[in-house]
């Protein structure tokens, strides 16, 4: 099964960095998820890493470490309508069939000015 | 685009009510899911579907069933509503495929509640 482990709350100022963490355990490992999350809506998808390394979007990027079970996502320039809660989740390897993706339980953001 | 519609957005049932939550999408994608969301437990996945007249239980079966008699609906039910089962309930959808992302693009949740 997998392990998800990530800080349930943040506070960052406005323009500010935030890094948010996300460790994991897991029995196969195939790529792993972060979503956005705004109050009262649905998931949004923000990235997908599956190689070691730094993937930039614009003021968000996304890093993974395999080796490590561990993951970060980092947010630039923040903005108020970045509070939110941001979910990591994994997908797991598996030899065939759907490949479940467990979700972390989210770590909240509060931007204050 | 709509991407993917529940209905209803709310529901207040009694406890031993049953009702049936629709999910439609309309992006052609093979894979459906419902998940629930409660507070400090993230998001669970009930059941999923790989395909048209296929289903499959997730991580919270219990208490919910469903079908997927048309590719572009998945329908969840309770059969007997337990306040256990007030929950938040999303649906989601995704591509197949072994090298497909699975990005999930998931519905604006049902909010229900079980008294």
């Known amino acids: 099964g997998q392990n998800i482990d990530q800080p349930t709350e943040m506070t960052a100022t406005e323009g500010a960095i935030v890094q948010i963490n996300c460790t994991y355990q897991?029995?196969?490992?195939?790529?792993l998820f972060w979503y956005q999350q705004h109050a009262g809506e649905a998931p949004t998808f923000l990235s997908y890493n599956v190689l070691d390394g730094l993937e930039e979007k614009g003021r968000f990027s996304s890093f993974l470490s395999r080796s490590k079970g561990y993951s970060y996502l980092l947010l630039k320039e923040l903005q108020m309508k970045d509070s939110a809660s941001y979910l990591c989740a994994v997908r797991p390897m598996n030899s065939g069939g759907y490949q479940k993706v467990t979700f972390g339980t989210g770590t909240k953001l509060q931007v204050i000015p | 685009n709509a991407g993917v519609t529940q209905t209803p957005k709310f529901r207040v049932l009694k406890t031993g009510q049953s009702m049936t939550l629709l999910c439609a999408q309309d992006m052609n994608h093979e894979y459906m899911y419902w998940y629930r969301q409660d507070p400090g437990m993230g998001l669970r996945l009930i059941h999923y579907s790989v395909g048209e007249g296929t289903t499959a239980k997730g991580e919270v079966p219990d208490g919910y069933n469903v079908s997927r008699l048309k590719k572009q609906n998945f329908l969840l039910g309770l059969e007997s509503a337990a306040p256990s089962q007030t929950s938040v309930y999303f649906c989601a959808s995704s591509l197949q495929g072994v090298n497909a992302k699975n990005i999930q693009y998931f519905g604006a949740g049902t909010r229900l509640s079980v008294l």
């Open positions: 897991t029995s196969g490992f195939n790529g």
